[in-house]
């Protein structure tokens, strides 16, 4: 191999990928390749006004993050951030211990995973509430009571319990 081309191989070789992120929950330019056994937070909403309808999604047979884990599965898939809106993870973060606390909700399916996101959200300054499996995200995507409003643990915890199906509302 000439010198030039050793040069060349090395760069291609570190090139950073362009685009690490997906485009909503049809998953364009969403490429396997820069997936790996890591943690990816799925900050994905389904509106079908926007994103055009999905059949599973629609029929509630599967969730935005069941969708993401099964296009990555060597990835461990941790739903959080969906119901906050950006600007507020730079206001509504408080110190561990603060009364009324902002709560964040979170569903994986890997314990270890959510452990982890746990962690970031309180580094954050927010406390987490576990909904259970991805399969349990539903519980705070658009359109049930703790998508978007301020709400403590207590609250939240309350407000996944209350949440609905689409079909059952």
């Known amino acids: 191999m000439k010198h030039e081309d050793h040069r060349t191989h090395r760069r291609r070789s570190n090139r950073k990928p362009d685009r690490a992120t997906c485009d909503g929950t049809r998953l364009q330019g969403c490429d396997r390749q ?5 943690i990816v937070i799925d900050t994905n909403n ?82 987490t509430v576990d909904a259970g499996p991805l399969k349990e995200g539903w519980r705070i995507q658009r359109d049930t009571p703790g998508y978007g409003p301020r709400r403590t643990a207590e609250e939240l915890r309350k407000d996944l319990a209350a949440a609905r199906r689409y079909a059952d509302q």
Do not use: C, M
């Open 34 to 38: 820069l997936a790996w056994a890591g």
């Open 46 to 127: 389904y509106y079908p006004q926007r994103d055009g309808h999905i059949q599973e999604l629609d029929n509630e047979s599967t969730t935005t993050s069941e969708l993401l884990q099964a296009h990555l599965p060597t990835s461990k898939v941790v739903k959080a951030f969906n119901h906050i809106y950006a600007a507020q993870l730079t206001t509504d973060g408080k110190r561990t211990g603060t009364n009324n606390r902002r709560a964040l909700a979170i569903a994986g399916d890997d314990p270890a995973a959510k452990a982890t996101v746990t962690e970031l959200l309180d580094q954050f300054g927010f406390d």
